[in-house]
Nanobody, 122 residues
């Protein structure tokens, strides 16, 4: 089970740190991806981290403004987002995949968290 948290209402230019906590399984064995879905839009890949080596990947829209990291001892993955923009608004989901790489397609993830709302006001 995955539990995403840390969302909220923030002004443009602000920061948020999202957390994805896992229970019931060894999180270190999974690649973890963050996705977001804005109203009326498809779910899109935001960032991800590999299970081994912790190499990270980002969508162009958040690159240089975001950092994904993991603390395997706490079974938690984080997404730090800075310089937030109104277009970052949406429900953010974390997901886990048993693949060696970090999928950018949601269908390749086996487990999903419930989502946390991020709203950025202008």
């Amino acid at each position: 089970q995955l539990q995403a948290s840390g969302g909220g209402l923030v002004q443009a230019g602000g920061s948020l740190r999202l957390s994805c906590a896992a229970s019931g399984r060894t999180f270190s064995m999974y690649a973890v991806g963050w996705f977001r879905q804005a109203p009326g839009k498809e779910r899109e890949f935001v960032a991800g981290i590999r299970r081994i080596g912790s190499r990270t990947y980002y969508a162009d829209s958040v690159k240089d403004r975001s950092t994904v990291s993991r603390d395997n001892a706490k079974n938690t993955v984080y997404l730090q987002m800075n310089s937030l923009r109104p277009e970052d608004t949406g429900v953010y989901y974390c997901a886990a995949s048993g693949t060696a790489h970090v999928p950018r397609v949601s269908a390749e993830y086996e487990y999903w968290g419930q989502g946390t709302q991020v709203t950025v006001s202008s």
